[in-house]
């Protein structure tokens, strides 16, 4: 039960810590184009894009390196990551278009 707990704190640090620093990178290569997505629509699909990418590295590598070693973690499948990677850096393409 402990282990579940820690895994839980690690999965939210992990978003909570990545998140923020891809969040600081995409504004800052938006910036040097003078794209601005705060307070549009784009912003969310930014913030979308960041929790797929990291749900797939989180599901694909990270989940193996943690406290917790439960009978249920499995990699997602090679289609389903390179569908959810390419739709989220579609989002980050077209997210400075949406107002």
Do not use: C
């Not at 707990?5 to 690690?10: D, G, N």
């Not at 699909?45 to 009978?71: A, D, H, P, T």
């Not at 499948?77 to 989220?88: E, N, Q, V």
């Amino acid at each position: 039960m402990i282990r579940v707990f820690l895994e839980i704190i690690r999965i939210t640090a992990i978003f909570l810590i990545l998140g923020s620093i891809m969040g600081a990178l995409i504004k800052l290569v938006y910036g040097n184009f003078g794209i601005d997505v705060d307070n549009t629509n784009g912003g969310w699909m930014v913030g979308i894009s960041i929790l797929i990418i990291i749900f797939v590295l989180y599901r694909n590598r990270l989940q193996f390196s943690g406290v917790y070693k439960g009978e249920h973690r499995v990699k997602l499948s090679k289609t389903l990551s390179a569908f959810l990677i390419t739709s989220s850096v579609l989002m980050l393409i077209f997210a400075p278009l949406v107002h």
